[in-house]
């Protein structure tokens, strides 16, 4: 991996407006609560499994930060790693939220090489956007036709589905013919390649052509939570067609265990109300939110996944599983358990068979007093684990000791099949203490027998699981350049001695020369390196990660204090120096020969002039950012 500048110690100008007309606590908010903690934000960080929340959101830096897994970077940053998106990708993202025009691409590439464009991965990925979203417009506009989507609109109309929501939910139809598709893909002149890619069309048996996948069917897009269509439901319109449900297969964009149908148009009102209600169809989350019922979501075809879980823990507190009967009950409580056992959430089960006839949400909501039926479901919903201890306590009966014992040890092999190793100990002790009470089997027998299980298992403990812990602590010198991020000004009172502590050749190659490079350019460009700046000029997200991390770990030891800044700073100058002594570099560094960039004049990589002139350059600075008020008292001679 090659690092370099964006460009030549310039901003990206783009870059600069998107960021500029971007609110970094709008763009991470919509996909985790954020919780307000003086002039920052707090929420659980999407990048590692986070039980506290750990991820801060700073929006007068407009930046984001980790402190557990390292994490951080500006918004761009954000939505590559969360979106895993490409540079390009991502700006496009950002730039259409804002209602910001790009530079035409190719105007673009030439005045400024953006790095890491994106590979062929990510081309495919564009390109599979692209095929999906046209396919929805298409879809949308066979429901409206008057001879191609009327079997559609009679089964929409049928199902009691309003406009509104068939609007809101972008419904659409697949006429019944095999390529109703493939001649608009090639009225336009469109490649099909993507539309195959992402399932619309495939190949035919002979290997000549291709033919529409989706043909006479109600389609529901799925979105993703930038509301783009990563995949299609469709469902059978006439009731011979196999099968009823019809989804795109998985694709580059699309992993339908961790998709949930309506989360785009749901988040809102989940995370308003901190708790999601999930279905277990397209329909009956359509149904919930046509009776008001609007953070109702769906999962594709599965049981709650563990992925889904972890989307829905950063929205809300509790997690709602709406059920249509018993038959499914039972399973459902050992999934919704193996859920709660992983990730720390609070999982219920709403079973609505037992407060109504109706044989779904949807048929229920249709009915007169529907709406009051579910709201009493849903607020009535159960923890899962009460069912398992429900079937324990009637395996119990009036058992004996060594029957009592079997029961735990049987019932201590499903939840450690279930993944009860996952559990934190709080809520391990309290499944033990209840497991007690239930079957009056001594607390140290079943915590004995949880023990030799996982042992037996080798189940990794929870500690084991826990995120990564951060990175070897830092240098001295890498801890100057997180001072330097906190203020610029300090650079004011670097002496000559001192100076060469910052020169980007110091540094080990890789992120931290880099960001020795970025502040180093941006002094000569006579910008004060702030960590916003250096952001600015860092493209690759594990760049702006790094630079992230030294600011915040500086500005957390100093409590972000002028004094105690100043203080670090001193300090870890002398550090720097005292190894450079013992390493002996000083001396080579006062020899003539050494001379590993002899032009005065920046090049083309932003790399520091040498030793001399660069001190000349920081002297320049120095007098001319004088006037900077976040300047501190001056410690060395100018
Ligand atoms: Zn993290």
Known sequence: MTFSLSNTGAFNDDKRRVLDATDIVRVIGDHLALKQKGREYVGLCPFHDDHTPSMSVVPHKQIFHCFSCGTGGDALSFVMKYHKMGFREAMEHLAERAGIKLAPRSERRASSPIPHEPGAAIVERSALIAANATAATFFRAILNHPEHGAAARALVERRGISPEMAAGFEIGASPDMWDGLLRTIQSKGMETTPFRAAGLLKTRDTGAGCYDSFRNRLIFPIHDQLGRVIAFGGRRIDDEDEPKYLNSPESELFNKSATLYGLQQAAQEIRRTRRAIVCEGYMDAIACHQAGVTSAVATLGTALTIDNARILRRLCDRVVLLFDGDAAGQKAAERAVEVFFAEPVDVRIAMLSAATDAKDPDELLKREGGRAILDDVIAKAVDPLDLLFARVRDRIGDQGVSGRSRVVGEFLDQLTGLGLHRADTIRQQLIVKRLAQITGVEWGAITGELQARRARRRIPSAQENAAPLRSVPLTAREHLLGCVLNDPGLLHSLTEDQSPMLDPEGYSDGPMQEVARAI????????PPTLEAVLGVLDDPELQQCATR???????????????????????????LGDEVRSGRALARAAPSRSHNDSSEKNATGTMPDSLSRLTTLRDVRQRMGTDTRAVPRAGPV
């Open 520 to 527: 180093a350019a941006l002094v000569v460009d006579e910008h």
């Open 550 to 576: 030294l600011a915040r770990e500086v500005e957390r030891m100093t409590g972000a204090d002028a004094d105690l800044l100043h203080h670090h700073w001193r300090d870890r100058l002398r550090d720097a």
